[in-house]
């Protein structure tokens, strides 16, 4: 069930405005990690010529591109305008939209397939959002799902976590409350199997990634994990230097001759319309 203490118009209008400033470095730092979940997330939804897909949350595009090239009609939808007018720039070939996921502005049954790559920890009402990529589903298409796995195995996310932890650094009072991480499985197979979706199954994959160094890492973040750097931004400097001490801490485990090499991980979650 969605959390009643969020806020989620608040929560919207926080993710669109972040969005917006944050899209060209989020495609520069982060498209590079998130692109490892776009091939099985295709291969789960047996993405091929002639489909029908709608990419929720599409960013850059990037999910939507690479359907296109595999010969789907490929369409991405996203509440940042910003991030819309850079797919379309990238990806001519797809068409992209503005829209709310919980309001898709497409009729009953119009997609053969609908994928979302690490889009549902942004929705305020996951349920909502779920049901209503169900709905422009055909009858015996898929929804398919990519999510980061724990931060335990997912160590972009879990240093940095992990240092915020250690600091005891709290919420800023301006950043709204957003919903769970879903990083378990039993999270994910509930929240698709509450949408009637059948053959629910989530499967882990997990690959690494290199970059620089720490300060790589850290400049990465900030300029494309919008809720992350908001939270270390509304920290006192003293509260951000003792994050960072423990940052580097943290990130000395994973350096190497050639810079930084993070374990990552995520998981595929899938399900059928009846």
Same mark, same amino acid.
């Given at each position: 069930?969605?959390?009643?203490?969020?806020?989620?118009?608040?929560?919207?209008?926080?993710?669109?405005?972040?969005?917006?400033?944050?899209?060209?470095?989020?495609?520069?730092?982060?498209?590079?990690?998130?692109?490892?979940?776009?091939?099985?997330?295709?291969?789960?939804?047996?993405?091929?010529?002639?489909?029908?897909?709608?990419?929720?949350?599409?960013?850059?595009?990037?999910?939507?591109?690479?359907?296109?090239?595999?010969?789907?009609?490929?369409?991405?939808?996203?509440?940042?305008?910003?991030?819309?007018?850079?797919?379309?720039?990238?990806?001519?070939?797809?068409?992209?939209?503005?829209?709310?996921?919980?309001?898709?502005?497409?009729?009953?049954?119009?997609?053969?397939?609908?994928?979302?790559?690490?889009?549902?920890?942004?929705?305020?009402?996951?349920?909502?959002?779920?049901?209503?990529?169900?709905?422009? /589903?055909?009858? $015996?298409?898929?929804?398919? +799902? !990519?999510?980061?796995? @724990?931060?335990? #195995?997912?160590?972009?996310?879990? %240093?940095?976590?992990?240092?915020?932890?250690?600091?005891?650094?709290?919420?800023?009072?301006?950043?709204?409350?957003?919903?769970?991480?879903?990083?378990?499985?039993?999270?994910?197979?509930?929240?698709?199997?509450?949408?009637?979706?059948?053959?629910?199954?989530?499967?882990?994959?997990?690959?690494?990634?290199?970059?620089?160094?720490?300060?790589? /890492?850290?400049? $990465?973040?900030?300029?494309? +994990? !919008?809720?992350?750097? @908001?939270?270390? #931004?509304?920290?006192?400097?003293? %509260?951000?230097?003792?994050?960072?001490?423990?940052?580097?801490?943290?990130?000395?485990?994973?350096?190497?001759?050639?810079?930084?090499?993070?374990?990552?991980?995520?998981?595929?979650?899938?399900?059928?319309?009846?």
């Amino acid at each position: 069930m969605s959390d009643p203490t969020i806020n989620a118009d608040r929560f919207r209008q926080f993710e669109r405005t972040a969005h917006d400033r944050i899209a060209d470095s989020y495609h520069a730092f982060f498209v590079p990690i998130t692109q490892h979940a776009v091939e099985p997330l295709l291969d789960a939804a047996g993405v091929r010529s002639g489909m029908r897909i709608l990419d929720i949350a599409t960013g850059p595009g990037v999910v939507a591109a690479h359907a296109a090239a595999r010969g789907a009609i490929a369409t991405g939808v996203d509440i940042s305008s910003r991030m819309v007018a850079l797919a379309a720039e990238l990806s001519p070939a797809c068409t992209f939209r503005e829209a709310d996921v919980e309001s898709l502005p497409f009729a009953d049954g119009s997609f053969d397939a609908v994928l979302c790559a690490f889009g549902i920890g942004h929705f305020p009402r996951a349920e909502v959002a779920v049901a209503e990529c169900v709905r422009v /589903l055909v009858s $015996g298409g898929q929804l398919v +799902l !990519a999510w980061w796995d @724990a931060p335990v #195995r997912n160590r972009l996310h879990g %240093v940095l976590l992990e240092a915020v932890s250690e600091a005891d650094a709290t919420p800023p009072p301006d950043l709204p409350a957003g919903p769970p991480m879903y990083s378990d499985d039993g999270a994910l197979e509930s929240l698709l199997a509450s949408a009637g979706l059948e053959q629910v199954a989530v499967m882990p994959h997990a690959f690494t990634y290199s970059m620089a160094s720490a300060d790589s /890492l850290w400049e $990465g973040a900030m300029g494309s +994990l !919008a809720r992350t750097a @908001a939270l270390l #931004r509304g920290q006192t400097m003293e %509260v951000q230097r003792r994050i960072r001490a423990s940052f580097d801490r943290l990130t000395a485990t994973y350096s190497t001759s050639h810079g930084l090499t993070l374990p990552m991980a995520f998981k595929i979650a899938s399900g059928r319309k009846s």
